[in-house]
T-cell receptor, first 112, second 114 residues
């Protein structure tokens, strides 16, 4: 059974640009969550999607958005990038309903 | 507010010995789940073990066991027979019932010495 996949694995962008990250969950999983990991703030919850609907949202500015497609694949978009957006972005999938969440390898974003 | 506290920024253990990583949590929700993840230098978060708040027995998964003390709000991870490949960051996380939002602690860096 294939695990959670994230693309791309590495990205370098400049301030002001926008970026789209992709996450493909484990087959059968309908919930996809996104997390940001930085050395200073640690792991922080961005948002969660279930059956194409955003169910939970963390405390991030509106520049951070996401969506989920009918095949449960999810994308996350960050507009008007800032230096502080440099981070490891992790995606996790689960069946939903308090089940274990399995993480992908992450996308490491560097903003110059 | 939900909170996870991991008080050990770093831990050292000799190969083949057991080690306990501490985790305390704070939540007012009666239904919750506790997770432990391992993050090697590659960055991927690897699921290790899960304990539900209503589970009567402590969870075990191979060399990993969770020492769950509900009254003390602690969920310590015990790794038996440490291996060099166990060297990594370890995160404790809390999942509130009915939510998919994980709240993570700051992690413990475990180093296994040969």
């Amino acid at each position: 059974k294939a695990g959670v996949t994230q693309t791309p694995r590495y990205l370098i962008k400049t301030r002001g640009q926008q970026v789209t990250l992709s996450c493909s969950p484990i087959s059968g999983h309908r919930s996809v969550s996104w997390y940001q990991q930085t050395p200073g703030q640690g792991l922080q919850f961005l948002f969660e999607y279930f059956s194409e609907t955003q169910r939970n949202k963390g405390n991030f500015p509106g520049r951070f958005s996401g969506r989920q497609f009918s095949n449960s694949r999810s994308e996350m978009n960050v507009s008007t990038l800032e230096l502080g957006d440099s981070a490891l972005y992790l995606c996790a999938s689960s069946f939903g309903g308090d089940n274990e969440q399995f993480f992908g390898p992450g996308t490491r974003l560097t903003v110059l | 507010a939900q909170k996870i506290t991991q008080t050990q920024p770093g831990m050292f253990v000799q190969e083949k010995e057991a080690v306990t990583l501490d985790c305390t949590y704070d939540t007012s929700d009666p239904s919750y789940g506790l997770f432990w993840y391992k993050q090697p230098s590659s960055g991927e978060m690897i699921f290790l073990i899960y304990q539900g708040s209503y589970d009567q027995q402590n969870a075990t998964e191979g060399r990993y066991s969770l020492n769950f003390q509900k009254a003390r709000k602690s969920a310590n991870l015990v790794i038996s027979a440490s291996q060099l490949g166990d060297s990594a960051m370890y995160f404790c996380a809390l999942l509130q019932g009915g939510s998919e939002k994980l709240v993570f602690g700051k992690g413990t860096k475990l180093t296994v010495n040969p």
